[in-house]
């Protein structure tokens, strides 16, 4: 017998955590922090307490008060019983957007969390980077924990430096059935604004669960999408969880729409083009490295991308442009000393400015600072994000200069406030108004009642959606509005 509980993404976008049981077999669909809801209580200067987080989170309903599948170091600090056989058989995280995999750091490292590669190589980069604090979603730092001292005698705590630990990270390939106790899955891939994103065909004892994600088919790769639905059309399914991000939008934008409208909106300007679109979405750094080419300049990223890009190759995608490629440049910002570029001080004490991996590219050639920038302005399409404007007074933009902007519209009071500042910044250098070139992530209504109507589920699910009663408007099918911790069983 099957049963769904729903810990997150219930009438909100993203924070998905759907527990899925069947005959003694318990996986968890996606382990997501909600944005909106951590924001309801925490801000960037009252942030969760690391030493209680746990008890603080379970508190709040961020996280499900489930014993045994919380990390034992966590558990042990924090009071929290440790039920060794209690835990859970595995975790499937759909793609590793924040909202979707950003709470497996408190979970127990033994678990089988099962993931695409693409999903590995960023669940890597976050844990490399960790720049939040709670991002150790593949290496692990023991916490909070005494280890002898190395010379003399009593302990000391052990820190970073004591050695990482694994979790047990999993990788499937895509359109191959694996095994979890005794449900088999089926990973397909989907077309996401994030590589790598995945739906499951879940076959439990009694009947199919079909699992969406994330997932959009306006995408390069919609073909995708289109083969998960035939493939979940033919298992027959019993249930289906569907996200329904855009459900109230009628249509959607293509991503080749943004390539051809930027390509044409940067032809002839004289000055600077700087874009702004999400800095893990490597199919619209595509889309803006062929914009970039087809108006003869280069396209400038950030050593993060750098990174992502060389992390995906790793893990065996090759249609991205590797770092090194002669059409990308990779910016240094100034930090703290603020030395690149300069000449009176040695690599070393340059070097110093960047964290470890922030430097792991200041030795190639194709690295460019802000003075080279101001020089040549209209040789680059260069990327930046919100919290880079203040780059802008080294570069300062010239005359002609243009600012795409190519992600969501701000949804929350924050944002707007957000929005505020960022325009003083463009306006500040003549880049006000931003011209917007956006294509989104998910499907737009049309697409999503289309997909379950041929896929053809006995029962719906919605979640990743403030408007789920708008999955109402589908004849004929049974829509099931999912409550916070209540167990649904089929
Ligand atoms: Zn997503």
């Known amino acids: 017998m099957v049963s769904l509980t729903f810990y997150g993404g219930i009438n909100q976008i993203g924070g998905n955590k759907i527990l899925l049981e069947d005959n003694g077999t318990k996986i968890f669909l996606d382990f997501g922090m909600n944005f909106e809801e951590h924001q309801n209580y925490f801000t960037e200067y009252m942030p969760p307490r690391k030493c209680n987080s746990i008890n603080d989170f379970i508190y709040l309903n961020l996280l499900p008060n489930l014993n045994g599948i919380y990390r034992r170091d966590y558990c042990k600090h924090m009071g929290l019983d440790f039920k060794e056989d209690n835990s859970v058989d595995g975790i499937l995280i759909s793609h590793a957007h924040i909202d979707h995999v950003g709470y497996v750091h408190f979970l127990r490292k033994d678990i089988p969390t099962y993931v695409s590669s693409e999903t590995k190589a960023i669940m890597e980069m976050f844990s490399r980077i960790g720049a939040a604090g709670f991002e150790e979603f593949t290496g692990f730092k023991p916490s909070f924990q005494l280890i002898s001292k190395k010379r003399g005698n009593g302990f000391k705590r052990r820190d970073a430096r004591d050695g990482l630990e694994r979790r047990n990270v999993r990788v499937f390939d895509f359109g191959k059935k694996f095994k979890i106790d005794n449900l088999e899955i089926l990973p397909c891939r989907v077309d996401h604004s994030l590589p790598g994103a ?293």
Not at 200 to 227: C, M, P
Not at 275 to 293: H, M, S, V
Not at 469 to 490: D, N, T
């Open 198 to 490: 995945t739906a499951f065909i879940i076959y439990a004892s009694n009947g199919t669960v079909i699992y969406t994600g994330d997932l959009r088919f306006h995408g390069r790769q919609k073909e995708w999408s289109n083969d998960f639905i035939e493939k979940a059309a033919d298992a027959d399914p019993i249930i289906m969880i569907s996200e329904g991000t855009r459900i109230k939008e009628k249509e959607a934008r293509t991503e080749e729409y943004v390539q051809k409208e930027s390509t044409k909106y940067i032809n002839k300007k004289k000055g600077l083009v700087i874009a702004n679109f999400p800095i893990r979405d490597t199919e619209r750094l595509l889309t803006f490295y062929n914009t970039a080419i087809s108006n003869k300049r280069k396209l400038i990223i950030e050593y993060r991308q750098a990174m992502l890009l060389d992390l995906l190759r790793q893990h065996g995608i090759e249609n991205l442009p590797k770092s090194d490629n002669e059409n990308i440049r990779i910016f240094y910002p100034k930090k703290s000393w603020g030395l690149v570029g300069r000449n009176d001080f040695t690599d070393e004490q340059i070097k110093q400015d960047y964290s470890s991996w922030e430097k792991n590219y200041l030795d190639l050639d194709n690295i460019i600072i802000a003075e080279e920038i101001r020089k040549n302005q209209k040789e680059y399409v260069m990327f930046m994000n919100y919290f880079q404007l203040n780059n802008l007074m080294d570069i300062k933009p010239k005359k002609g200069s243009v600012h795409i902007r190519s992600i969501c519209e701000p949804f929350s009071e924050e944002m707007e406030l957000d929005q505020k500042r960022i325009d003083n910044w463009l306006k500040l250098f003549s880049l006000y108004p931003e011209r917007k070139i956006h294509s989104s992530g998910h499907a737009c209504g049309p697409a999503i009642f289309e997909m379950i109507n041929k896929i053809n589920p006995k029962k719906l699910f919605p979640v990743h959606t403030i408007n789920p009663e708008f999955f109402k408007e589908l004849p004929h099918r049974k829509v099931i509005y999912p409550k916070y911790g209540k167990k649904f069983i089929v």
